[in-house]
């Protein structure tokens, strides 16, 4: 069956420690987006991606890059984690209908 | 500026009950989904509408364009539709969705 998993699904890292989270996808879509979720927000859009070697900045993107080299994969890389990052964090994917199938999350805890 | 808002933010009920959850949004969209996040934490899509009403099961989903809302409702109840519910918007011209901050809900047996 096709999936969208992320790794991994815990992290402590430290402040100042680059960080990437794994997501990958097998329905072939073309669409790939990273959120976080915090209390008190909805999910925020960090980046997305609408094909290989696109990718663009969502409404949180400061401190946070991503790259698509393939289909499957959209990892999002924390370049110098800090504290206001700690979060969870979804990868989804979607097709040309807009639903949006999620990953299970990371939860991610810099110190 | 493009903004979705639900309500209640929390919302508990005995088991059997009839629940309804809204959503409003500030300017015309493409589409209105209708997401599940279960207490683990998992993500799930319901509905995506545009327009009328859907249905599964024992949930349905309707939107008023003119009036800028949508309602999902639940019928009869159970303990294991305890989850949040979130409403997200794909306004007109963005593909990209605006999510509410979503609705806890809780059934008690």
């Known amino acids: 069956d096709a999936e969208i998993t992320q790794s991994p699904r815990h992290k402590i890292t430290e402040t100042g420690r680059q960080v990437t989270l794994a997501c990958h996808q097998t329905?072939?879509?073309?669409?790939m987006f990273w959120y976080r979720q915090d209390l008190g927000h909805g999910l925020r859009l960090i980046h997305y991606s609408y094909g290989v070697q696109d990718t663009n900045k969502g409404e949180v993107s400061d401190g946070y890059s991503v790259s698509r080299s393939n289909t499957e994969d959209l990892p999002l890389t924390l370049e110098s984690a800090a504290s206001s990052q700690t979060s969870v964090y979804f990868c989804?994917?979607?097709?040309?209908?807009?639903?949006?199938?999620f990953g299970p999350g990371t939860r991610l805890t810099v110190l | 500026k493009n903004e979705v808002e639900q309500s209640p933010q929390n919302l508990t009920a005995q088991e059997g009950e009839f629940i309804t959850i809204n959503c409003s949004y500030s300017v015309g969209i493409s589409a209105l989904h209708w997401l599940q996040q279960h207490p683990g934490g998992g993500i799930v899509s319901l509905f995506m509408l545009s327009s009328g009403k859907k249905k599964h099961g024992r949930l349905i989903a309707t939107i008023n364009i003119q009036e800028k809302h949508s309602s999902l409702h639940i019928t009869a109840s159970h303990p294991r539709d305890s989850a949040v519910y979130i409403c997200?918007?794909?306004?007109?011209?963005?593909?990209?969705?605006?999510f509410g901050t979503g609705t806890r809900l809780t059934i008690i047996p």
């Open positions: 989804a994917s979607s097709d040309n209908t807009d639903t949006q199938y």
């Open positions: 329905w072939n879509h073309n669409n």
């Open positions: 997200a918007g794909a306004f007109l011209g963005n593909e990209k969705l605006t």
